[in-house]
């Protein structure tokens, strides 16, 4: 299986400043079929089923406000929010999906500072 | 509008089975892969299992092959989740998710192993 490993398991930042999230995969998930990376990266609120923000690592999801952007390629990814809203708080979860069984990262929990 | 709920969860003793059902509603429900997802309260996420549109391909976690089946029945837009030797382990909210393509998720089911 594909190891996914975020970092860190949390973080505090002051609204409007920049928050990243890593993620390490176990090994490569950059398909040579279409040159694309099987990752991507959810949201979840509390009391709330997770919501899908970036696919193939960088592309945003139709209605996701552009201050998300994914990053990255092979084995390390990157979620950046470049300026905190307090909606924002929540735990974030990178996954792959380029092999059976698709795996999520620890998560990785955001709040307010 | 779209709609995915599940249904079928609640407290179970360890070796017992149960069958989760998840009802869908607002689009081609047979176009689409399916799979479910767990939640253990307050933890990560797992993947569980998939099932293609037309039923012919399923896979599993290794932690639940052997003793999950997952089924649909287009006729009636619904997916099955079939769980049987439960362990305590796999106390979790079991969510139906029409997972990346047109990403939805249910609110998911408790299901809840315990003596």
């Known amino acids: 299986d594909i190891v996914m490993t975020q970092s860190p398991d949390s973080l505090a930042v002051s609204l409007g400043e920049r928050a990243t999230i890593n993620c390490k995969s176990s090994?490569?998930?950059?398909?040579?079929?279409?040159?694309?990376?099987?990752l991507a990266w959810y949201q979840q609120k509390p009391g709330q089923p997770p919501k899908l923000l970036i696919t193939w690592a960088s592309t945003r999801e139709s209605g996701v406000p552009d201050r998300f952007s994914g990053s990255g390629s092979g084995t390390d990814f990157t979620l950046t929010i470049s300026s905190l809203q307090a909606e924002d708080v929540a735990v974030y979860y990178c996954t792959q999906y380029f092999n059976i069984p698709w795996t999520f990262g620890q998560g990785t929990k955001v709040e307010i500072k | 509008e779209e709609q995915l709920v599940e249904s079928g969860g609640g407290l179970v003793q360890p070796g017992g089975s149960l069958r989760l059902s998840c009802a869908a509603s607002g689009f081609t429900f047979s176009s689409y892969w399916m799979h479910w997802v767990r939640q253990v309260p307050g933890k990560g996420l797992m993947w569980v299992s998939r099932?293609?549109?037309?039923?012919?391909?399923?896979t599993y976690a290794d932690s639940v092959k052997g003793r999950f089946t997952i089924s649909r029945d287009n006729a009636k837009n619904t997916l099955y989740l079939q769980m049987s030797s439960l362990r305590a382990e796999d106390t979790a909210v079991y969510y139906c998710?029409?997972?990346?393509?047109?990403?939805?998720w249910g609110q998911g089911t408790l299901v809840t192993v315990s003596s």
């Open positions: 998710v029409r997972m990346l393509d047109r990403d939805f």
């Open positions: 099932i293609k549109g037309d039923g012919s391909i399923t």
């Open positions: 090994q490569s998930v950059l398909s040579s079929s279409n040159n694309r990376n099987s």
